[in-house]
């Protein structure tokens, strides 16, 4: 019994040693709210932080990264949607709180709720066609996300019995609904492009770092359009550092919410260890620069996986840069509502790009990114129409594309972004040279 409790004490010990330590300070930036956090080196320990901050909306205008031995230092200047400094010290309790307890790997269930996962073809109405089906099948879609890129669909749906309002559990239930959902999402016999469903009652991975794994997995990054051939959204180059044996990877693209995660993200989950970093935005551009190695200490090898990483990196901005017409759809919740909503759009020749999908309190509410059939930008007459039919006061207009966004980037923008890398990367570097940053090497 002693040596139990001698135990419990060198364990309490580890955990205050180990545990996050989290300084939120309003004073320093007039423009920002300073988060600091000093943690132990852990893979994955940098996305959960920029997790629980971007799972709150807010913007991190800049970011420093560093490591010292085993030890990281990160600083996030960060806002709210509308560029404002946190005033609502719930919110700043709730950051301070949630990072200090990543360290040991707690994560938010989706409870009484059945978890789908979805990847095929992408094509005109198969939104529609998947929500009918589950309407048809006596399935509510509670909460759902989907995301379209280069050809391809991964979504997440969390489902309950329309009748019971429980999980769905019965397994010959799950192989018909897995079954026929697959026969919708097939769109050719080309083993690659081959559907592929799943159903689980303990999904635990959030849904949005699932949704790039997803995404990963169906080898998304190596199917590109013309379309994004000739207007690349996000420019990605990697080098390597062979003095201090570091990968440098660069990024420079528009800036957006949620930016910082996605990149974090897909550096994480192809099991890259983030040692230095910094994050710069500036009116609507970012430009981001890591210093990445393997988990195993290596700097990228090859040119075949420095061609890899700059691919995912593309894709994996470019994910969630959807075009098209934003709407928002508020209204009661009722069996077959998203079946009948997509149907509406199919109909009138709209296609669905991006969505996201929320119930509570009876009330749904529903965003989708729009474009006409051919991927362009939709005609606000056609617009104007659906909302029409589904009723002006449901379905709202929320946000158009910007010019910029529909132009692309020009020679000279580019020029200016390769500029950007450089110099990046020589500040960088001298402030090694200099001793103002510790290697860990």
Avoid at 93 to 106: A, L, N, P, R, W
Avoid at 126 to 148: H, R
Avoid at 166 to 177: A, C, F, V
């Amino acid at each position: 019994m002693a040596m139990k409790g001698y135990l419990d004490e060198y364990e309490k010990l580890v955990i205050r040693m180990n545990t996050p330590r989290v300084v939120i300070d309003n004073g320093v930036c007039s423009s920002a709210t300073i988060v600091k956090v000093d943690s132990p080196r852990g893979h994955g320990i940098l996305l959960e932080a920029v997790q629980i901050l971007t799972d709150l909306n807010l913007s991190i205008k800049k970011a420093y990264i560093s490591s010292d031995g085993r030890w990281n230092m990160d600083v996030f200047h960060v806002t709210d949607i509308n560029g404002n400094k946190l005033n609502d010290q719930s919110v700043l309790k709730y950051i301070e709180q949630s990072i200090e307890t990543v360290y040991y790997g707690e994560n938010i269930e989706v409870n009484g709720l059945t978890a789908l996962e979805l990847t095929g073809t992408d094509r005109i109405g198969l939104l529609s066609e998947m929500f009918a089906v589950l309407s048809d099948l006596n399935c509510d879609v509670v909460d759902a996300k989907l995301w379209t890129h280069n050809g391809r669909v991964a979504s997440m749906i969390y489902l309950k019995d329309c009748s019971s309002g429980s999980p769905i559990l019965d397994s010959h239930r799950i192989s018909k609904i897995e079954g026929r959902l697959k026969n919708v999402l097939n769109g050719d016999s080309d083993v690659k492009s081959a559907a592929k469903t799943c159903v689980s009652v303990d999904m635990m991975t959030h849904i949005e770092r699932r949704l790039h794994q997803l995404m990963f997995e169906d080898r998304d990054y190596e199917k590109r359009s013309k379309k994004q051939e000739r207007s690349p959204m996000v420019v990605v180059t990697v080098q390597n550092w062979a003095e201090r044996g570091y990968s440098v990877v660069n990024v420079h693209c528009r800036d957006r919410t949620k930016l910082l995660f996605d990149v974090v993200c897909t550096l994480t989950d192809m099991e890259y260890a983030v040692f230095h970093a910094t994050i710069n935005t500036s009116e609507d551009q970012a430009h981001l620069e890591f210093y990445i190695r393997h988990k195993d200490g290596s700097p990228i090898s090859s040119e075949a996986e420095r061609q890899r990483v700059i691919q995912c990196l593309e894709a994996a901005v470019e994910r969630r840069a959807s075009e098209g017409v934003r709407l928002e759809l508020r209204h009661p919740d009722k069996q077959g509502l998203l079946a009948e909503v997509t149907r509406t759009f199919r109909e009138n020749g709209l296609n669905v790009t991006r969505t996201e999908i929320s119930t509570s309190c009876g009330m749904a509410t529903n965003i989708f990114y729009v474009t006409d059939a051919n991927g362009d930008e939709a005609d606000t007459k056609l617009i104007e129409s659906v909302r029409e039919k589904i009723g002006f006061e449901c379905l709202r207009v929320k946000e158009m594309p910007s010019v910029n966004q529909r132009k692309g980037d020009g020679e000279e923008h580019q020029q200016t972004k390769a500029v950007l890398v450089s110099l990046g990367s020589l500040v960088w570097r001298n402030l090694f040279s200099f001793g103002l940053v510790k290697s860990c090497s």
